[in-house]
């Protein structure tokens, strides 16, 4: 039986193996046809919102723990919602481009927005911190799934310098969850100076 | 007449129209037959080697000057950057995930870890820095191509918080421009944070 749910979670099977979603794609993968899905979603903005659903209901981004101190409960969101864009790579560039109208994608940003008021950040600079996280999460996602040798086939005599670091970096998996984390801790440290007391 | 040059520069247009590459629709694109284009690439390595080149080469991060303190040259370089794959988003989930084996890319990155090193930064810390900021540069420019309101449709009664920020948020395309230059001061300023002296 076609829902609602079932279509979402085809609509990122579709995207992850073709790199775009198309209506008559989707029905294809759920073994339908194009008019059977009209019946339960308008058009293409209504399948994008149920494949956020979808994979923001993957991440229990709903049960985080708000409590924390505001650097803590951000990396926790942004570690959650990293997971859940590395897992369906190919629905970064669809997602990141979709209006957020969603009540469900509403409440969590209620909750990020609070966060970093009661913490001190003024109105006017919520957004931007918000938005240049969700820019770094959605490039990272792209990250995770690139090859773990991302600058391959370098020759020292003519690049000794890329070189020499290139010998310490992880040529694993190893190599995007560490650049993660560091960007993630540093992009922190820089929004803290931003507060008032810094 | 078909050339690397023109390859390169009508399979950036495809994947900003489709969203996808293949060779056939390249082909098209080109008004020749596939066939024809296997005289000038081996394969799809190749053209988006080609696209690397052409975006590359528009920015002129050849001519770019290092010999300015670190974060300067590198917000420049994230600067110039941003611009060639904003100017082509569709290219960003199929660079972002192809290895840089090019003798081009080769020479920019040796300029950048050059620049780091001097600057003090330890040679395991150069690739996780680069790679945290080329992550945050293409998701950022996949941002500059989204609608100017991201989040829409809020509630008041429901997302207090939410609503306040946003009503101190640009509704225009300086919203993604603001995003980025806060991102990137505030990484740069994480980053700043792990030399030896600080």
């Given at each position: ?24 794609a989707?029905?294809?993968a ?28 993957a991440?229990?981004?709903a049960?985080?723990?708000w ?13 959650s ?7 369906h ?22 909750k990020v927005?609070?966060l ?8 006017a600079q919520?957004?931007?911190?918000v ?9 990272s ?14 020759t020292?005599e ?13 040529t694993?998996?190893?190599?995007a969850?560490?650049s993660f ?16 007391d810094?």
């Amino acid at each position: 039986m076609l829902d609602r749910r079932r279509i979402g979670a085809a609509a990122l099977r579709v995207v992850d193996e073709q790199g775009t979603l198309t209506i008559p794609a989707l029905a294809r993968a759920l073994g339908v046809a194009p008019s059977a899905l009209y019946h339960h979603v308008s058009g293409r903005d209504e399948i994008i919102s149920l494949m956020r659903e979808e994979l923001t209901g993957a991440t229990g981004g709903a049960d985080q723990d708000w409590s924390k101190p505001w650097d803590q409960a951000l990396e926790a969101w942004a570690r959650s919602y990293l997971a859940a864009f590395a897992a369906h790579p190919g629905a970064v560039p669809l997602l990141a481009v979709a209006p957020l109208a969603e009540p469900f994608m509403h409440a969590m940003y209620e909750k990020v927005a609070e966060l970093l008021l009661s913490a001190g950040f003024a109105e006017a600079q919520v957004m931007p911190l918000v938005n240049a996280l969700e820019s770094f999460i959605l490039g990272s996602a792209l990250d995770m799934v690139s090859p773990p040798v991302m600058v391959s086939d370098v020759t020292r005599e003519t690049a000794p310098h890329l070189s020499a670091v290139l010998d310490q970096t992880p040529t694993d998996h190893t190599r995007a969850e560490h650049s993660f984390t560091l960007g993630l801790r540093a992009m922190l440290t820089g929004f803290g100076h931003l507060l008032p007391d810094n």
